[in-house]
């Protein structure tokens, strides 16, 4: 059973254009959410992350945004950009035999047209 | 800048075959992960490791095991492989037990088991 979701497999969007990609997770315990972004042919790299006592964290042209009562997160982007479009996975993270495990959602499929 | 090695890009290994998939990172990390992406099902834990001869199961360890006799190296070890370890494996490390401690991923293996 997922416990993140993310329940668009793609997305497409304009050049210039805010993106929002979505994410939902079941498990209430989770304490920290990660973005991360894949290229194809590479592994992903991080993005940017929330802790679960903030609502909001903004780097550039990204921002996530929490909303704990829906369980529910989003990473907009502004303004969207070609080289934006990869793959998106949202994480979160849970502390399992002393460390912090990231569980990943199925990915978001990013596409910018110039 | 972190740089994590996996030791093939592509494998072509035949059914029953026993498989090694190596993976050495250089930054002194504790943790190491091996995860598997297929498409439309995202990136799955098989084991992970916070230290040396430490390991955990994942979400999906069956199949499989790992060694970590070095701190910089974490080796997943397919005892028999079948065809439905045929994918993308991603091996990645993080710095500490944090929760915000983001992973560093190598570029993966893409294997195929005939």
């Known amino acids: 059973d997922q416990q993140v979701k993310q329940n668009s497999p793609s997305l497409s969007v304009q050049e210039g254009r805010i993106s929002i990609l979505n994410c939902d997770y079941t498990?209430?315990?989770?304490?920290?959410f990660l973005w991360y972004k894949k290229y194809p042919a590479e592994g992903p790299t991080f993005l940017i992350s929330i802790s679960s006592i903030k609502d909001k964290n903004e780097d550039g042209r990204f921002t996530v945004f929490l909303n704990k009562s829906a369980k529910h997160l989003s990473l907009h982007i502004v303004p969207s950009q070609p080289g934006d479009s990869a793959v998106y996975f949202c994480?979160?993270?849970?502390?399992?035999?002393?460390?912090?495990?990231?569980?990943f959602g199925r990915g978001t499929s990013l596409i910018v047209h110039p | 800048d972190v740089k994590v090695t996996q030791s093939s890009r592509y494998l072509v290994k035949r059914t029953g075959e026993k498989v090694f998939l190596e993976c050495v990172q250089d930054?002194?990390?504790?943790?190491m992960f091996w995860y598997r992406q297929d498409p439309g099902l995202g990136l799955r834990l098989i084991y992970f490791?916070?230290?040396?001869?430490?390991?955990e199961k994942g979400d999906i360890p069956e199949g499989y095991s790992v060694s970590r006799e070095k701190k910089e190296r974490f080796s997943l070890i397919l005892e028999s492989a079948s065809t439905n370890q045929t994918s993308m494996y991603l091996c990645?490390?993080?710095?500490?037990?944090?929760?915000?401690?983001?992973?560093?991923f190598g570029n993966g293996t893409r294997l195929t088991v005939t």
């Open positions: 490791s916070y230290d040396v001869k430490m390991k």
């Open positions: 498990n209430s315990m989770f304490d920290y």
């Open positions: 994480a979160a993270s849970l502390m399992a035999g002393g460390s912090y495990i990231p569980t």
């Open positions: 930054m002194d990390h504790e943790n």
């Open positions: 990645a490390s993080s710095f500490d037990r944090w929760p915000n401690s983001p992973l560093h």
